[in-house]
């Protein structure tokens, strides 16, 4: 681990359910993901604390959903919920923690064990002052997840930023200039903001899944597009973008590039 801190609940308003499922729907806005969670929430808050009642509230929650999974060989625990009556924090409704000491995460579609000790990806591969500014500069549970878990978006926005700069970006020094963290802020919000995205389409990020259901990367088909390599195309796929003309895929790019020049005068102010 080359974080020194815990991702999935660092505090100052970032909290993370990714690991458990929460963006794996087509539909996974920030609306239609409070609606779920928040349903997850009533029903389970009266529910007695025990295993067997919370297993068949679990197989309720799961039986009910409206929506399939995006992608299938991926689990959504349906024990994820808010953690506060401010819909802030987002976490586990079946972890000791939150029960009052009972044990209720064997529940949902993990063992607690898995729970207890799994990290994800980006603990490993995340530097320490990479995961800080995400923490800084995504203070909310939505917003949060979404980057946090999307190593080569952060890499590669860091890139773009460097290489508008012609030198180093630091990271810690984007967290402690306001100005500066605002910028990074706007520019990790694409995530939620980028325009001219299909809302319901078959991708998350980069990703579209398999035939068995698997994610896996896209890549843009430049001869089809009749266009070359950018160094923005990265950040376009994790955004998300499925560009069928080179129109759309070339304002996508002026999209990234402005909010990249952004930080980057921000940083030189």
């Not at 399939?68 to 959504?76: E, I, M, N, T």
């Not at 995460?105 to 207890?116: K, L, N, P, T």
């Not at 759309?248 to 020049?261: G, N, Q, S």
Request: charged residues 25%; hydrophobic residues 40%.
């Amino acid at each position: 681990m080359t974080v020194s801190f815990h991702l999935c609940q660092p505090g100052g308003g970032a909290s993370c359910g990714a690991c458990c499922g929460l963006y794996n729907f087509r539909d996974h806005s920030r609306a239609a993901l409070t609606e779920r969670l928040a349903e997850q929430t009533a029903q389970l808050r009266d529910v007695p604390k025990e295993r067997g009642a919370w297993r068949a509230a679990a197989k309720e929650l799961v039986e009910s959903r409206r929506e399939a999974p995006l992608f299938p060989a991926v689990r959504v625990c349906p024990l994820l919920g808010f953690l506060d009556d401010e819909q802030r924090q987002v976490g586990c409704l079946g972890h000791p923690q939150v029960t009052g000491g009972v044990e209720l995460r064997d529940c949902g579609v993990y063992r607690a064990s898995i729970c207890e000790t799994f990290t994800c990806p980006s603990f490993g591969w995340l530097e320490d002052a990479q995961a800080r500014l995400v923490q800084a500069a995504c203070p909310d549970w939505y917003l949060y997840g979404l980057v946090i878990t999307d190593v080569e978006f952060v890499r590669s926005c860091l890139r773009l930023i460097e290489r508008e700069l012609g030198g180093p970006a630091k990271p810690e020094e984007m967290v402690s200039r306001p100005a500066t963290l605002d910028a990074v802020r706007r520019l990790f919000a694409l995530k939620e903001t980028a325009a001219d995205r299909s809302p319901y389409a078959p991708i998350f990020g980069r990703f579209a899944p398999d035939t068995e259901g698997e994610p896996v990367s896209r890549m843009l088909n430049y001869a089809k597009l009749g266009v070359r390599a950018a160094p923005e195309d990265d950040v376009v796929l994790c955004l998300g973008y499925d560009p069928a003309d080179a129109a759309t895929l070339t304002a996508a790019r002026e999209r990234v590039r402005l909010h990249v020049r952004a930080v980057a005068r921000a940083l030189m102010d």
